[in-house]
Nanobody, 113 residues
């Protein structure tokens, strides 16, 4: 069955960096667009970024553009999100998603001094 397992979250100071990973299995990873979605405390889901099958086209929410970079390694069935210049408002649970049906368990990112 489809499994998406995120890792790499944690506590980081404002201005810091993190790299999230999502290990995918149970489907042909290279055939699907992949997404990162986040949910901040007390708020709804917010789409963060997307990437096409080959990795050559990427898309970002305005709130993260220029700071986050999505990428994928189809040989390793892994999706990444490199985050730099993190802000307090980036604090959220980050989900890797095969939209709309499959989601990971999420990884917590907390930006705090």
């Amino acid at each position: 069955q489809v499994q998406l397992v995120e890792s790499g979250g944690g506590l980081v100071q404002p201005g810091g960096s993190l790299r999230l990973s999502c290990a995918a299995s149970g489907f042909t990873f290279s055939s699907y667009y992949m997404y990162w979605v986040r949910q901040a405390p007390g708020k709804g889901l917010e789409w963060v970024s997307a990437i096409n099958t080959g990795g050559g086209s990427t898309y970002y929410a305005d709130s993260v553009k220029g700071r986050f970079t999505i990428s994928r390694d189809n040989a390793k069935n892994t999706l990444y999100l490199q985050m730099i210049s993190l802000k307090h408002e980036d604090t959220a649970v980050y989900y890797c998603a095969l939209v709309p049906d499959y989601w990971g368990q999420g990884t917590q990112v907390t930006v705090s001094s």
